[in-house]
């Protein structure tokens, strides 16, 4: 199983970024998905999820009516599209999938977002 973020950078505040989550190994509809966050000495928390038929969707309320989550079935992706970009979003940012039924967890390796000017 892969589970590859890519799309993170150095943004101004403001400005927006696009993150991508590839994965592969697993029938990727039966899979639940979210992204998370992390920042030195703190705990990760979580961004955003959305359910393996991608009907329903959830934004924390910190980065709700900026952050968009979506996926697509077809090409094996979840996308966290980033809006209106603030320093306090600088963080790494990870996916994650979670089995339906066997809720079984794969992670990424975590892809890096930096909010400065």
């Known amino acids: 199983v892969s589970v590859v973020e890519s799309g993170g950078g150095l943004v101004e505040p403001g400005g927006s970024l696009t993150l991508t989550c590839k994965c592969s190994?697993?029938?990727?509809?039966?899979?639940?998905a979210s992204w998370h966050r992390q920042t030195p000495g703190k705990e990760r928390e979580l961004v955003a999820f959305?359910?393996?038929?991608?009907?329903?969707?959830r934004i924390v309320d910190a980065v709700k009516g900026r952050f968009t989550i979506s996926r697509d079935n077809d090409r094996d992706l979840v996308s966290l599209e980033m809006n209106s970009l603030k320093p306090e979003d600088t963080a790494v940012y990870y996916c994650?999938?979670?089995?339906?039924?066997?809720?079984?967890?794969?992670w990424g390796q975590g892809t890096q977002v930096t909010v400065s000017s």
């Open positions: 994650k999938i979670r089995g339906r039924t066997s809720n079984t967890e794969f």
């Open positions: 959305i359910t393996g038929d991608g009907n329903n969707a």
């Open positions: 190994g697993v029938p990727f509809d039966e899979y639940h």
